[in-house]
């Protein structure tokens, strides 16, 4: 097995002063180039999860430590986040007056790369996705599959370690459904990058390969599909 990415220990998160307890101590580990689905009913604390190991929350107890560092002692969070870790949102996130070249070239600006390598990279992203046709369409002209292709190429900008996608089917239908999954596997086998996916779907947690169930702040299950 390769080397360990992220690992949660202990992680806590309360909420309303501590009279909603969203996660109850959560302990796993991550592996590089693994393909994980975290499952779970609505409120069951999947989604608080993922949003303390992408590092846009803070655990109220335990630690999230990331190839082995710990989290809380990054001092520079939001280049953290930039550098190592890519987003898919339910609802896609896009900006609405940017083109979908532009949308994709939004995580790059911290980046030290030039307007032109900008430009190619959300390019060749945007093909890879099958989008070389809408690369120069507003959301508001595209489908909602179309939309979801573009955030996941704009999850792809830096080349992050880690993927993660919170319900990235969600406002899709079922056909559209499957080809995301389809092409954030493919994203997964091509770049050998960790995924995490959250959802309530099994039709979708059955892509990964390996399954976290959570109920009511804990993993209860993890095993290999």
Do not use: C, Y
């Amino acid at each position: 097995m390769s080397d360990v990415l992220i690992e949660a220990r202990d992680v806590r998160r309360s909420f309303d002063e501590g009279r909603v307890q969203a996660l109850r101590g959560v302990d796993f580990r991550i592996h590089e180039s693994e393909f994980v689905a975290i499952v779970g009913p609505s409120g069951s604390g999947k989604s608080s999860l993922l949003q303390i190991l992408g590092a846009l929350d803070e655990p109220s107890e335990g630690e999230v430590f990331f190839h082995g560092k710990s989290v809380a002692e990054i001092h520079d969070i939001a280049r953290f986040r930039a550098e190592n870790i890519g987003f898919v949102f339910q609802s896609f996130h896009l900006i609405p007056t940017l083109t979908a070249v532009e949308n994709v070239q939004v995580p790059m600006f911290e980046m030290p790369w030039s307007p032109v390598e900008r430009q190619r990279r959300a390019t060749e992203l945007l093909k890879s996705v099958g989008l070389s046709e809408r690369m120069h369409h507003l959301p508001r002209k595209m489908s909602g599959g179309e939309r979801q292709r573009v955030a996941v190429a704009r999850s792809l900008a830096n080349e992050p370690k880690l993927l993660l996608a919170d319900e990235p089917t969600g406002n899709l239908d079922s056909a559209n459904a499957q080809r995301i999954m389809e092409l954030l596997q493919s994203v997964h086998q091509r770049r050998g990058m960790t995924l995490i996916v959250v959802t309530h779907d099994p039709n979708v947690a059955n892509f990964a390969d390996r399954m976290l169930r959570v109920l009511d702040g804990r993993v209860v299950s993890d095993a290999r599909t």
